[in-house]
């Protein structure tokens, strides 16, 4: 029964070196799954809590996509990046609504031209 109050308190706490917008940042973590650190890097580097991030860690020399815990260890780097799929679309979708306007504008312009 000690044993396992004692593993309850005792949170180990990790430390990774978050590489983000060229600068490097030290986080030391209790986080157990991909979701916790997620959160914890980006209190830590102050992204937005809605953001879509991505992660790599480091591997002799190349980065790899992160997609679990087990694959980090102490010490590791992690690369951080920030998902622009979002904001792509609503620059797409701007941009068409704008296309869009235009022709009907045109179009407008010739039909009150073809009237005279």
Do not use: C, H, P, W
């Not at 309850?8 to 799954?33: C, D, G, Q, V, W």
């Amino acid at each position: 029964m000690l044993s396992l109050f004692y593993s309850k308190t005792n949170k180990i706490e990790s430390t990774y070196e978050i590489e983000y917008t060229n600068r490097t940042y030290r986080l030391k973590t209790t986080a157990k799954t991909l979701e916790e650190l997620r959160n914890a890097i980006k209190t830590k580097v102050e992204i937005e809590e809605s953001a879509k991030i991505g992660l790599e860690f480091k591997d002799n020399g190349k980065y790899i996509v992160l997609d679990d815990m087990e694959d980090l260890e102490e010490g590791m780097t992690i690369k951080v990046s920030i998902s622009t799929v979002s904001t792509r679309s609503q620059q797409n979708i701007k941009t068409d609504g704008t296309f869009f306007f235009f022709l009907l504008n045109l179009f407008f312009f010739f039909l009150s031209k073809k009237k005279m």
